[in-house]
């Protein structure tokens, strides 16, 4: 799955939870594109609707601001390695540095392959005789990368992809600030939860009648709060699982999330196919059986509730399980 790493801030102020809207994700052709809350944009191709997919998933990654860095990856489907990419018959870069899913492209090469993109009319990767492996479509590349210019403020500067014009790069405005979100580390131990009182959380969260092996599971956050998922619905490719705080006491009340879990809100919040590591909840929502598009959510405990610090999508169900990032946050330690 395709996410961007989260910063970590070691000493910076904390500050009030930010209001959580994360970036648009949009389609343009055969390829989709994401920018998140500090405007770094990203596209990335989709299978064609009719044809053979490629062997190769191109991603494109740009930075918001002035500099507006470039960064791809080239995620193969095949054990052959790419080398290089070819742009209108013209060989830009090789060798490309190795990963163990394809090749990840930075810096000159990166600038290069960027500044081509936009009146490409043929895109192929190579291999290291020059032999094509797999021909990358271009339709709807050129309104995605405009796309990206405009979201990111560039459109009529020197720095724009497509859109580009005579405006110098200082007229492009700097990258919004991210969020800060402080790290509360889990203590203490959980108690246990008996099945009387499972059926008794899950009756006030009104969940359907729970069949199959789902477990519930309560994990202590400090000395007086625990966090509890109580399976709710257990059929289909979204199972979830209600999420409670329970005190020292015994007392249940809804947990606090600063957005929406899952699929939507409810009284008692729900979270898909999720989990619990740490001090931090997990959803993941399926779009399709395969799981190669939805919406994956990481969700971390500040003390005082559950805040979203990455958010990634697949909106649409077309071959590619690179999930672009459209929130995120920077973290700090108490």
């Not at 090789?94 to 492209?105: S, V, Y």
């Not at 192929?124 to 021909?135: M, W």
């Not at 006491?249 to 929406?260: E, I, M, T, Y």
């Not at 969700?299 to 672009?324: H, K, P, T």
């Amino acid at each position: 799955m395709f996410a961007f790493a989260l910063l970590l801030a070691a000493a910076l102020p904390a500050t009030a939870p930010a209001t959580v809207k994360p970036g648009r994700f949009v389609t343009f052709g055969d390829w989709a594109v994401a920018c998140d809350n500090a405007k770094r944009c990203a596209l990335t191709t989709l299978d064609p609707v009719d044809g053979l997919p490629p062997s190769e998933v191109f991603t494109v990654m740009r930075e918001a601001g002035p500099d507006g860095r470039w960064k791809m990856w080239l995620t193969a489907r095949t054990d052959e390695d790419p080398f290089a990419v070819q742009i209108g018959g013209v060989q830009i870069g090789g060798p490309f540095r190795a990963t163990p899913d394809g090749a990840t492209i930075e810096g000159a090469t990166a600038r290069a392959i960027a500044a081509a993109l936009a009146a490409a009319r043929r895109i192929a990767v190579v291999d290291g005789t020059g032999r094509d492996l797999a021909r990358i479509s271009t339709d709807g590349l050129d309104e995605a990368l405009r796309y990206v210019d405009d979201v990111q403020g560039r459109a009529g500067t020197v720095t724009a992809a497509s859109a580009r014009g005579r405006k110098s790069a200082s007229a492009v405005p700097p990258a919004p600030v991210l969020p800060i979100v402080t790290v509360a580390r889990p203590t203490g131990h959980a108690p246990t939860l008996t099945s009387a009182r499972i059926k008794v959380l899950q009756r006030r969260a009104k969940c359907p009648v729970t069949r199959g092996l789902a477990k519930a599971q309560i994990h202590s956050l400090d000395r007086t709060r625990n966090v509890a998922l109580v399976p709710c619905r257990t059929g289909g490719d979204n199972p979830t699982q209600a999420v409670f705080l329970i005190d020292s006491k015994g007392k249940a009340r809804p947990a606090l999330f600063d957005s929406v879990p899952g699929l939507n809100w409810s009284r008692i919040p729900r979270l898909s196919n999720g989990s619990y590591a740490n001090g931090s909840l997990y959803s993941y929502v399926r779009k399709a059986h395969d799981g190669d598009c939805g919406v994956s959510q990481h969700y971390l405990w500040d003390g005082g509730m559950f805040r979203l610090i990455e958010q990634a999508q697949m909106d649409v169900c077309r071959g590619n399980e690179s999930f672009l990032n459209t929130w995120r946050v920077r973290l700090q330690s108490k």
